[in-house]
């Protein structure tokens, strides 16, 4: 009798297991579409080859998103190598053949030309992109966004430091649906806190012409409501510049820009009507960081040095 109700219970969990695997497609698809892209690619991905398949299918492929899995992990700096961008390059390669030619949204880190290159190829539909911390994207794969992803609306190349001003040139000429740009820099001020992560030779090369970039915005990029540049080292002229060529501008986020004042921000965002919202550098700034003959005269003391916590 024991016997045979071991029989029965193993009976039941054969039948169970080929109830779940011999599930329809469109079964599976119904249950792969309500997991996350992380979620299908650490589990489903490897239990059989109809659910390998299953994930492979384009309908669960036109977004490529694993930010919110950089968003929640440490800083490491195991991203920062070879190794790991080759990882990263492959998974992108893998979603955008499989997408059909149907991928809008990527959002990733640590990937290469390689990939880029490959999605310009493939993604004609893409929306956005985000890109931060690619060490290995430079213009060349921009320029290839550029020319077959004219549909771009989302545009994120923080903390990309090979990708030039000539890059986005070509963005704004051929993007005209761009309406997100976000060109963060390392807080090059207070560097500690990205050292031992980030490649000191990297880290080093801050990119340096924040008013060359200001004006391609102002020039190419007139349709503009979003706009990041964190860090960025441009100066009041350059601001202005963007101002006034970006005149849609909604959100405009200038933690950081040392060189910038209260009374710079104040007179450059004086004439955008549609502004809701300025993020200002809020911090305080050693007299040393500057040339003392611009500086040095304490009658300018409480205009450069004037932030939200240092009001006077």
Excluded at 12 to 24: H, N, P, R, Y
Excluded at 76 to 99: A, K, N, Y
Excluded at 215 to 235: D, G, N, T, W, Y
Aim: proline share 4%.
């Amino acid at each position: 009798m024991e016997c045979k109700e071991g029989t029965g219970e193993t009976d039941a969990e054969s039948v169970l297991i080929s109830d779940w695997a011999e599930l329809t497609h469109e079964c599976l698809l119904n249950i792969l579409s309500r997991l996350t892209f992380e979620h299908r690619w650490s589990g489903p991905m490897l239990v059989c080859k109809p659910w390998f398949n299953a994930c492979k299918d384009p309908s669960l492929n036109s977004v490529f998103d694993l930010e919110t899995r950089f968003d929640s992990s440490s800083e490491s700096t195991r991203w920062w190598t070879p190794e790991f961008e080759r990882r990263i390059d492959s998974m992108l390669r893998s979603v955008i053949t499989w997408s059909n030619c149907n991928l809008t949204q990527i959002l990733t880190r640590h990937c290469s030309d390689l990939s880029l290159n490959f999605a310009a190829q493939r993604c004609p539909n893409l929306q956005v992109l985000s890109i931060k911390s690619c060490p290995r994207v430079t213009d060349a794969s921009m320029a290839q966004i550029a020319y077959h992803c004219r549909n771009l609306k989302q545009l994120d190349i923080s903390y990309c430091y090979e990708i030039s001003h000539e890059s986005l040139s070509l963005i704004g000429r051929n993007c005209p649906n761009l309406k997100i740009l976000k060109r963060n820099l390392m807080n090059w001020l207070d560097p500690s806190q990205h050292v031992g992560i980030v490649p000191d030779e990297y880290l080093n090369a801050c990119p340096q012409d924040g008013d060359t970039e200001a004006a391609v915005f102002a020039k190419f990029m007139p349709q503009l409501e979003h706009l990041e540049i964190r860090f960025s080292k441009l100066s009041a002229k350059g601001l202005g510049s963007i101002c006034e060529g970006c005149s849609q501008l909604e959100h405009l986020d200038l933690s950081g820009c040392a060189n910038l004042t209260s009374r710079d921000i104040l007179n450059a965002t004086s004439n955008l009507k549609d502004l809701k919202e300025v993020k200002k550098p809020n911090f305080y700034i050693p007299r040393s960081v500057f040339h003392t003959e611009r500086y040095g005269h304490w009658r300018l003391y409480d205009e450069r040095f004037q932030t939200d916590v240092f009001r006077i």
